[in-house]
């Protein structure tokens, strides 16, 4: 079953972004894409030795999380070693800068709230690891916790969930990202998020469900992108399901 709302890696260009070497984008959820206004969500591969230039973005948030590889990140006065099952989290206007260690490419699905787009405005680029402004901002910058307590989601019925990128966990002003686990016969109850746009990525099972009263299936490595405002409901499909659940708004206030 086809559905506009279902996107495949193997349907979309890679291209190579600014900032960055030894680095293929795909734009996996955007503005020409699905329409997205308030997000947009990147898989990226990028070779040993290769990764981000010190840079930041003044006015989006951005998260990683690694599928495949290891690398290091590092912000003002942190450095860390990521691995598959890992996220990071950049917050506006804090630099940062990445490089893979693996022999194996890293594989990592990006986030920004609001959409990036390459916008050239939307970065400012250090001038190397000892810039001073690489160095500020050491108060804005979080590490994302592991050991998160898991949480009631409205809607979502017979599932652990576990808030990994919000405000209370890592401040954050436009991103709420929750690591789902479905049971088998685990359900998401309809319903419509005002003002607010969703990607759900499946980590492994499927799902059956329906979006504005269109059903759609996924299965793992797909990504399911819902519009502001309008109605999503699915359950898991004979087995256990893991979800990645993003979701994109206004700053809060």
């Not at 290891?70 to 912000?75: A, F, P, Q, R, T």
């Given at each position: ?16 972004p ?8 795909q734009?996996?959820?955007g503005?020409e894409?699905v329409?997205a ?8 591969t ?14 989006l948030?951005q998260a ?7 690398g ?14 890992d ?7 804090v ?21 990036y787009?390459?916008n ?13 402004r690489?160095?500020a ?7 994302v916790?592991v ?17 990994v990128?919000?405000?209370?966990t ?7 990202i ?8 685990g359900?998401?109850a309809?319903?419509?998020l ?10 492994c099972?499927a ?6 009263g269109?059903?759609f ?8 992108f819902?519009?502001?405002?309008k109605e999503?409901s699915?359950?898991?499909v ?12 206004d700053a809060?206030?």
């Amino acid at each position: 079953m086809t559905s506009p709302f279902v996107l495949r890696a193997a349907d979309v260009a890679a291209y190579s972004p600014a900032n960055h070497t030894g680095t293929a984008n795909q734009r996996i959820i955007g503005k020409e894409t699905v329409g997205a206004r308030r997000v947009e969500v990147l898989l990226g591969t990028i070779s040993r030795g290769h990764g981000a230039l010190p840079h930041a973005h003044p006015n989006l948030e951005q998260a990683g999380y690694l599928l495949a590889g290891e690398g290091v990140s590092e912000l003002p006065g942190k450095r860390r070693s990521l691995r598959a099952g890992d996220w990071s989290f950049n917050a506006a206007g804090v630099f940062h800068r990445f490089e893979v260690v693996s022999d194996e490419p890293v594989q990592v699905m990006v986030v920004y709230a609001p959409p990036y787009s390459e916008n050239p405005n939307a970065a400012v680029v250090a001038d190397g690891m000892d810039d001073p402004r690489f160095r500020a901002g050491a108060i804005e910058a979080r590490d994302v916790p592991v050991d998160a307590s898991p949480i009631d989601l409205p809607h979502y019925q017979r599932a652990q969930v576990r808030p990994v990128i919000s405000r209370q966990t890592v401040d954050s002003r436009f991103l709420d990202i929750y690591m789902v686990e479905l049971a088998a016969d685990g359900c998401v109850a309809p319903h419509a998020l005002p003002d607010v746009e969703q990607v759900l990525f499946v980590r492994c099972g499927a799902i059956d469900g329906q979006i504005d009263g269109q059903p759609f299936q996924a299965i793992a490595g797909e990504w399911i992108f819902v519009p502001e405002n309008k109605e999503l409901s699915l359950e898991a499909v004979r087995t256990p399901c893991a979800l990645v659940v993003i979701r994109a708004h206004d700053a809060a206030t």
